[in-house]
């Protein structure tokens, strides 16, 4: 059974699969495996990896050939579920996931730039994992105008997710800020890095559809396990 919040598994693997081909992990006009072999070896059902399938071919990034198989074809700026993620394994990829730490409601970090126009914000602290390793601490702002309350239980791994299919906000547009800082005291214990740590720091500002900043963000990153990853096309 899946933790609470957690993507559907068939769209896990469809994520996982569209992170690797843009990651150059599968590469163009690559033949995937046979369906039951591929499927024996995620240890899924072949319905499930089926499912997954159809979204890639949905997306275009399959090509099916009767009597042959399953072959990859590469595209830019597919739109997915973590379509504006950044971060990747050095490998390639690396399927995120993520665990709610706290969700508060507060008055807005002025050290964030200006976002929505509420005074208070909902804080969320994250930690993302990469296929299953510690990767980043995220410390997330979504406008208060957006949504009266805001309780763990409430979210999914993926907070863009969450925001198009419960609050009906859909995130069009990222800007991001590399930079450097210190890693918070309120970092988990699981994360491989001691609080105080100088680290790679993702200062984010997200728009929605209308242009409007209604989420900003922090994100430390482990730098011996991911990596920031921009591709341009």
Known sequence: MLPAGSLPLHMQISEGL??????????????????????????????????????????????????????????????????????????????????????DRLAKDPALPPFGAHAQGHRIRRLRFLSGRPAAVEEIWLDAGRADTIQIGDLSESLYLFYREKLGLQIARAEDRVGQGPLPGWSPPEFPVAPGTPLPRILRLSQAQDGTPVEASFTWVDPATAAYVARLS
């Open 18 to 103: 569209i992170r690797d081909i843009a990651a150059g992990k599968l590469a163009d006009g690559a033949r995937l495996p046979p369906e039951r072999d591929m499927a024996a070896a995620m240890g899924i059902a072949v319905g499930t990896l089926r499912r997954a399938l159809q979204t890639l071919d949905a997306a275009g990034l399959l090509v099916r050939v009767q009597g042959s198989g399953n072959y990859v074809r590469a595209r830019a700026d597919v739109a997915s579920v973590y379509a504006l993620f950044r971060l990747e394994l050095w490998s390639g990829g690396g399927l995120p996931t993520a665990r709610v730490l706290s969700v």
